[in-house]
């Protein structure tokens, strides 16, 4: 039997295993940062909706332009309204309601003051 090819393994220093730790501990972090951020996505619904909109595009006959633009339209219009729009949206309804209130009462005032005032012409002739 030949006795070089059962040769012991190399000597390997303290300061190899501490820096393969280091690495191995470094990739570790970085999957499990990795990992936290992806399931963070998933419970937002990110991925699910990113999902969609990427299908919608996949499926769709005739190609845009840009991609990027379809993709900004489509999650645009899937993305929950901002809160403050929908508080500027009911304002804005709130008003529209006390305009045209206002609109009929100046009509309904106009007619009863129209009753007691003299027609024009007499006015011109006084």
């Known amino acids: ?28 972090a970085a999957d499990s940062k990795r990992e936290q951020f992806r399931r963070y996505l998933e419970k937002s619904g990110v991925l699910d909706t990113l999902t ?16 990027l633009d379809f993709l900004k339209h489509h999650l645009g219009a899937a993305t929950p309204e901002n809160p403050e729009i929908e508080l500027l949206r009911l304002e804005l309804a709130e008003m529209k309601e006390k305009y045209e209130a206002i609109v009929e009462e100046n009509k309904k005032l106009k007619t009863k003051l129209a009753q007691y005032e003299p027609p024009q012409e007499e006015k011109r002739a006084e």
């Not at 769709?60 to 840009?66: A, G, R, T």
């Open 52 to 67: 969609k909109v990427l299908v919608a595009l996949y499926e769709e006959p005739e190609k845009p332009n840009s991609a």
């Open 1 to 28: 039997m030949c006795s070089a090819a059962l040769s012991p393994p190399a000597p390997v220093s303290g300061a190899s295993y501490a820096a393969a730790a280091v690495t191995m501990a470094h990739y570790k």
